[in-house]
C-alpha cells in the first residue's frame, strides 16, 4: 500500500474530519479514529444497522481502527499522549476554541512531537471575525455563493445533494497533508495546516467568480444548464429527462446534424458557444422541440453513435445497477 508506515491519528466528527481518515486508511496507512465517549455524531444520523450504527459512519470511517478517549482524564490523556508520540498526523474538525481548550492544538502538541503533522479544519477559517462561528455543510453553502447559483429562478436556492464542503475541505486537507510529508521527509520537520469550508466554498466558485471580476454580472441559477455553455443541460424526451451537454462548437455540429438540423449552426445566432450563449432561450427551444418527439433510449442511441454527451438522469438504484 502506498501510505505503508504512516501514522494518522483523526479526532473527526461528522463528515469532514473523518474524510481525510478514511483517504488515508485506504491509501494503507494506520488511522487511529479517537471518539469521544458520546461517539461520533454521525453515528445517528441516518438509517441504522444491526449493530446500532449509520450507513455514513461506516462508509466515513471504514478501515481505521478506534478508540474511546476523554482526553479530559489524566489516564485517557496519557494514553491520547503516547498515540501522539508515534503519529505522523493528528486531524481534527472540533468546533472553534475546543482544541484549545483540551490543549491538544498545533502549538502544544507539535512541542510535544515536533514531527508531528498538525491539521485543523475549521468552518468560517482560522483568522477573521468569523473565525469562532461554527457551521455545518448548508450554512456555508449558503454562506460562500453555492446556493446562490444551485437551483432555479423559480424554485429558489437548493442544496448540492452531497456535501461537497465537507468532502472537498477534507480533500484539501488530506492534499496539504501529503504536501507536508514529502517536505517533512526531506527536512525532518512537522507543520501546522489549516483548511475551512469557507476558502472551499471560494474555490467551488473560482468560475463564477472570475466572470464576476470581468464583467460584474451577479451569476444566477441555471438548473441543470451551464451559464458559459449552451445547449447544455436537460431536455424531455417523450418519456422522461435527459442531459445534453455539448461544451463546443463541434459538438454542436453533431448535434444539430443528428437531430436533422444541419442548418442550425449556419445561423448567426448558433455560429459560436457565444453566440448561442447570447440566445440560449431560442436554441434551448429548437433542441426541446425535436427531443420531446421520441424516448430517452432513442438519443442516447443516437447520440452516442456520433459522440456527442448524452445521458439518463439515474437515481441511485439504477447508478448502483
Given at each position: 500500500?502506498?501510505?505503508?508506515?504512516?501514522?494518522?491519528?483523526?479526532?473527526?466528527?461528522?463528515?469532514?474530519?473523518?474524510?481525510?481518515?478514511?483517504?488515508?486508511?485506504?491509501?494503507?496507512?494506520?488511522?487511529?479514529?479517537?471518539?469521544?465517549?458520546?461517539?461520533?455524531?454521525?453515528?445517528?444520523w441516518g438509517?441504522?444497522?444491526?449493530?446500532?450504527?449509520?450507513?455514513?459512519?461506516?462508509?466515513?470511517?471504514?478501515?481505521?481502527?478506534?478508540?474511546?478517549?476523554?482526553?479530559?482524564?489524566?489516564?485517557?490523556?496519557?494514553?491520547?499522549?503516547?498515540?501522539?508520540?508515534e503519529a505522523?498526523?493528528?486531524?481534527?474538525?472540533?468546533?472553534?476554541?475546543?482544541?484549545?481548550?483540551?490543549?491538544?492544538?498545533?502549538?502544544?502538541?507539535?512541542?510535544?512531537?515536533?514531527?508531528?503533522?498538525?491539521?485543523?479544519?475549521?468552518?468560517?477559517?482560522?483568522?477573521?471575525?468569523?473565525?469562532?462561528?461554527?457551521?455545518?455543510?448548508?450554512?456555508?453553502?449558503?454562506?460562500?455563493?453555492?446556493?446562490?447559483?444551485?437551483?432555479?429562478?423559480?424554485?429558489?436556492?437548493?442544496?448540492?445533494?452531497?456535501?461537497?464542503?465537507?468532502?472537498?475541505?477534507?480533500?484539501?486537507?488530506?492534499?496539504?497533508?501529503?504536501?507536508?510529508?514529502?517536505?517533512?521527509?526531506?527536512?525532518?520537520?512537522?507543520?501546522?495546516?489549516?483548511?475551512?469550508?469557507?476558502?472551499?466554498?471560494?474555490?467551488?466558485?473560482?468560475?463564477?467568480?472570475?466572470?464576476?471580476?470581468?464583467?460584474?454580472?451577479?451569476?444566477?441559477?441555471?438548473?441543470?444548464?451551464?451559464?458559459?455553455?449552451?445547449?447544455?443541460?436537460?431536455?424531455?424526451?417523450?418519456?422522461?429527462?435527459?442531459?445534453?451537454?455539448?461544451?463546443?462548437?463541434?459538438?454542436?455540429?453533431?448535434?444539430?446534424?443528428?437531430?436533422?438540423?444541419?442548418?442550425?449552426?449556419?445561423?448567426?445566432?448558433?455560429?459560436?458557444?457565444?453566440?448561442?450563449?447570447?440566445?440560449?432561450?431560442?436554441?434551448?427551444?429548437?433542441v426541446s422541440?425535436?427531443?420531446?418527439?421520441?424516448?430517452?433510449?432513442?438519443?442516447?442511441?443516437?447520440?452516442?453513435?456520433?459522440?456527442?454527451?448524452?445521458?439518463?438522469?439515474?437515481?441511485?438504484?439504477?447508478?448502483?445497477?
Amino acid at each position: 500500500m502506498l501510505l505503508e508506515g504512516i501514522k494518522i491519528v483523526e479526532m473527526g466528527q461528522a463528515i469532514a474530519g473523518p474524510f481525510v481518515g478514511t483517504v488515508f486508511a485506504d491509501l494503507g496507512a494506520q488511522v487511529i479514529k479517537v471518539e469521544p465517549p458520546a461517539g461520533d455524531s454521525a453515528r445517528t444520523w441516518g438509517p441504522l444497522d444491526t449493530n446500532g450504527d449509520t450507513g455514513i459512519f461506516h462508509y466515513m470511517n471504514r478501515n481505521k481502527t478506534s478508540v474511546t478517549l476523554d482526553v479530559r482524564q489524566p489516564e485517557d490523556r496519557a494514553l491520547f499522549d503516547e498515540l501522539i508520540d508515534e503519529a505522523d498526523v493528528f486531524v481534527h474538525n472540533l468546533r472553534p476554541g475546543v482544541a484549545g481548550k483540551l490543549c491538544i492544538d498545533a502549538e502544544t502538541l507539535r512541542k510535544q512531537n515536533p514531527r508531528l503533522i498538525h491539521g485543523d479544519i475549521a468552518a468560517f477559517g482560522h483568522v477573521g471575525p468569523l473565525k469562532d462561528r461554527s457551521g455545518y455543510e448548508l450554512a456555508l453553502q449558503a454562506y460562500g455563493g453555492i446556493l446562490s447559483i444551485t437551483g432555479t429562478p423559480e424554485a429558489g436556492p437548493m442544496r448540492a445533494g452531497p456535501s461537497i464542503m465537507d468532502l472537498g475541505t477534507g480533500m484539501w486537507m488530506t492534499i496539504a497533508v501529503l504536501a507536508a510529508l514529502m517536505r517533512r521527509g526531506a527536512n525532518g520537520e512537522g507543520c501546522t495546516l489549516q483548511a475551512s469550508l469557507l476558502e472551499t466554498a471560494v474555490s467551488w466558485m473560482a468560475v463564477h467568480l472570475s466572470n464576476y471580476v470581468i464583467d460584474g454580472e451577479i451569476p444566477v441559477p441555471f438548473g441543470a444548464g451551464h451559464q458559459l455553455v449552451a445547449p447544455y443541460g436537460a431536455y424531455q424526451a417523450s418519456d422522461g429527462p435527459i442531459i445534453i451537454a455539448t461544451g463546443n462548437d463541434s459538438l454542436f455540429v453533431k448535434l444539430a446534424t443528428a437531430l436533422g438540423h444541419p442548418e442550425w449552426p449556419k445561423d448567426q445566432r448558433f455560429r459560436s458557444n457565444t453566440d448561442r450563449t447570447e440566445n440560449r432561450a431560442a436554441i434551448d427551444a429548437l433542441v426541446s422541440e425535436t427531443i420531446i418527439t421520441r424516448e430517452a433510449a432513442h438519443w442516447i442511441e443516437l447520440f452516442a453513435d456520433v459522440q456527442v454527451p448524452c445521458v439518463p438522469i439515474q437515481n441511485i438504484a439504477e447508478m448502483m445497477d
